[in-house]
């Protein structure tokens, strides 16, 4: 595999095993369709995915690695950690994985009953239909049923006025530790990414305290070019990559066709001065 900065590696997106809507073939169809030659498939906290992707990638002729984005609590808020190039069939991960979506169903119920003080009642069963499974329902199923009941015009428009701090239907939950995350990946074989760090409301100095605990456990890269990064944003996670000596990943953070930030394959390549993810995989 090249380590080439130039190549089209799209290594962050979801399919209809966790929040996207596409099946993990249609998405590897796309990625292809749009130039991309290294895919990984990266569904939350779930790995029941990747053998399709590979097959799909496979049969196209396209370079796959094996991946999944695990939820993390950090310094009480959410952040994600990317993991490629995993053996998806390890049993040390399939079970941390399995904890840490337990937790959603109650979380989801306690997300209903808020909406319901807000006038706002079937949401539960709502989100249910779009996410198929307890276990994986998440925040993103929710935004859909307030779309499909007119209530917001958009998945967007819904994280403005529900589902986030302070807004109807926001409950936190306790995820994986950032300790654990880690771990799980090291040893089924990958490489643990910080997952679009531009969108994390941390100070300068948590965010430094995240780099260095990260790197220090074995963290090896960030995504410098994702989908929510800004242009301006491209060169500063370009900085932080290089001060704190990480390799960078590129990953559009695709879900949907209507709501997704970019399309599958279509962002800028990463700079020629960075050292990318894919050149720890040959």
């Known amino acids: 595999m090249t380590s080439n900065s130039s190549l089209n590696a799209d290594l962050h997106c979801h399919s209809v095993v966790s929040d996207g809507t596409l099946t993990p073939e249609e998405l590897a169809e796309r990625a292809y369709a749009n130039g991309v030659r290294l895919w990984a498939l990266t569904d939350h906290d779930e790995l029941g995915g990747q053998e399709r992707a590979q097959l799909a990638a496979s049969t196209l002729g396209m370079d796959y690695l094996p991946g999944v984005e695990i939820s993390v609590t950090w310094m009480g808020q959410t952040i994600h950690i990317v993991g490629l190039g995993i ?48 276990e994986l329902i998440s925040r993103t199923h929710f935004a859909r049923f307030l779309v499909e009941q007119g209530i917001c015009k958009d998945t967007d428009q819904v994280f403005k006025r529900y589902l986030v701090e302070d807004k109807p239907g926001y409950v936190p939950h306790l995820w994986a530790t950032l300790d654990d995350a880690v771990a799980w990946i090291k040893e089924a074989g990958g490489a643990a990414v910080i997952a679009h760090p531009g969108r994390y409301k941390l100070s300068a100095m948590q965010m430094d305290e995240l780099y260095k605990h990260f790197k220090e456990i074995g963290g090896m890269a960030i995504e410098v070019i994702t989908g929510s990064h800004s242009p301006n944003q491209y060169q500063t996670y370009g900085k932080i990559a290089q001060h704190y000596g990480f390799l960078a990943s590129r990953g559009s953070d695709f879900h949907d066709p ?4 970019i399309d599958l394959g279509t962002l800028p390549h990463l700079p020629d001065h960075l050292t990318p993810v894919w050149s720890l995989f040959h």
Do not use: C, V, W
């Open 258 to 261: 209507e709501e997704s930030y």
């Open 87 to 134: 053996d998806a069939a390890h049993a040390g991960i399939l079970e941390g994985l399995r904890r840490t979506r337990e937790g959603r169903g109650n979380r989801a119920k306690q997300m209903a009953e808020q909406l319901l003080k807000a006038g706002i009642p079937g949401a539960y069963e709502g989100a249910l239909h779009f996410a198929g499974n307890q």
